[in-house]
């Protein structure tokens, strides 16, 4: 794994959106995605309820690339400031060279493309210039969109657990999807 991305935070861009550290700026939209029902549809996170949860959520991805667990990017579309959409990489395992990658869109930007843009190139990213052996992505199998934009671009199913998290007083399967450095 190339530790030295981890001295100064990269800023990404694709077609139609840049990618950059997020901040206590984007502290409202987090708010946004995670007290949104639709938003966590698919994801086994419950609700928050107030901004000091958002504050809570916002500070855990700035410390993952302090502390060299992680990058974590929020999306703005090209010319705007708004944050869109938020992922990277998390659960970082140097020994393994391995990193679960993450990514979620507000809903107004859903079916517009933003999500492939983004985990192809946070997948280059991952495999070019962090040099990871392996990137994985945990799907709920029920999230047709999420399945086909990671097979897409050349994720495999490595596995399914049922029941395997729990949160909005229900229980999620989890497919892993896996792509591996060659």
Do not use: C
Request: charged fraction near 30%.
């Amino acid at each position: 794994m190339n530790e030295n991305i981890f001295e100064s935070f990269p800023v990404l861009k694709t077609k139609n959106l840049n990618l950059k550290r997020i901040g206590e700026k984007d502290i409202q939209e987090i708010y946004n995605f995670y007290s949104d029902p639709q938003s966590l549809k698919y994801i086994a996170r419950n609700l928050i309820t107030d901004m000091e949860q958002a504050v809570e959520k916002w500070k855990i991805f700035d410390q993952l690339f302090e502390n060299k667990n992680g990058i974590w990017w929020a999306f703005n579309k090209k010319g705007e400031e708004k944050f869109i959409g938020f992922g990277g990489f998390f659960e970082v395992d140097k020994v393994a060279n391995k990193a679960e990658l993450g990514y979620g869109l507000l809903p107004g930007n859903w079916g517009k493309g933003y999500g492939t843009e983004v985990v192809k190139l946070l997948t280059e990213f991952g495999l070019q210039d962090l040099q990871l052996h392996k990137i994985y992505a945990n799907v709920d199998p029920e999230n047709k969109a999420s399945v086909k934009l990671l097979e897409n671009i050349g994720y495999k199913r490595e596995g399914l657990f049922k029941d395997h998290d729990y949160a909005q007083n229900k229980y999620f399967d989890t497919a892993v999807y896996t792509i591996i450095n060659k």
